[in-house]
């Protein structure tokens, strides 16, 4: 059974840093391409980033970069979102996913809640 | 970025009548390769979204055939043949083929 388990959330102050971690299980974790998506309360979806099975390739909304890095460790079955310089606006719940465009059997987290606030 | 605009943003429906969502993209979502990459996802308040519908019309698993989704180019639609208590909550389309990945805003079905 896939399953994707997000940790690492709480309550920062804003220009703080928090990294967010994803332990995947149930599928070859090297073999997938892996996503951040996240959802401030009461709003919509927003993704993030992407990074391809072996790390090789990342991609983030404009938004994010510079300020948020997407990693994993293959050995470890991991993901990662390491988030700097935080804002009020970064407060929402942020997802790990197991995107499949093409076929199904995409898998999303329970989600973790990050809130930036002094 | 693509802008999904979704319309209506509120659907109160009557249980076992049809409902049904639009999502238009701001662009073509026919993709280099000659796929559509429009998805459909349902949301239950306090739940992780959850995918439904992947490349414009494909049910994902155990979803139940009264769902139907269509569409082509920058005009899609999201049909439910007859809506049942479970189907209320937040639905979303997203579109895969243009990065970044984005959503519509949402439209929030309950029944009346």
């Known amino acids: 059974e896939v399953q994707l388990v997000e940790s690492g959330g709480g309550l920062v102050q804003p220009g703080g840093s928090l990294r967010l971690s994803c332990a995947a299980s149930?599928?070859?974790?090297?073999?997938?391409?892996m996503s951040w998506v996240r959802q401030a309360p009461g709003k919509g979806l927003e993704w993030l980033a992407n990074i391809k099975g072996d790390g090789s390739e990342k991609y983030y909304v404009d938004s994010m970069k510079g300020r948020f890095t997407i990693s994993r460790d293959n050995a470890n079955n991991s993901l990662y979102l390491q988030m700097n310089s935080l804002r009020a606006e970064d407060t929402a719940v942020y997802y790990c996913?197991?995107?499949?465009?093409?076929?199904?059997?995409?898998?999303w987290g329970q989600g973790t809640l990050v809130t930036v606030s002094s | 970025d693509v802008v999904m605009t979704q319309s209506p943003l509120s659907l109160p429906v009557t249980l076992g009548q049809p409902a049904s969502i639009s999502c238009r993209s701001s662009?073509?979502?026919?993709?280099?390769?000659?796929?559509?990459?429009l998805n459909w996802f349902h949301q239950r308040p306090g739940q992780s979204p959850r995918r439904l519908i992947y490349k414009v019309s494909n049910r994902d698993s155990g979803v139940p055939d009264r769902f139907s989704g269509s569409g082509s180019g920058t005009d899609f639609t999201l049909k439910i043949s007859r809506v049942e208590a479970e189907d209320v909550g937040v639905y979303y389309c997203m579109q895969g083929t243009h990065w970044p990945w984005t959503f519509g805003q949402g439209t929030k079905v309950e029944i009346k």
């Open positions: 149930g599928f070859t974790f090297s073999s997938y391409w």
């Open positions: 996913a197991r995107p499949r465009r093409s076929i199904s059997e995409e898998y």
């Open positions: 662009q073509s979502l026919v993709s280099s390769d000659g796929n559509t990459f």
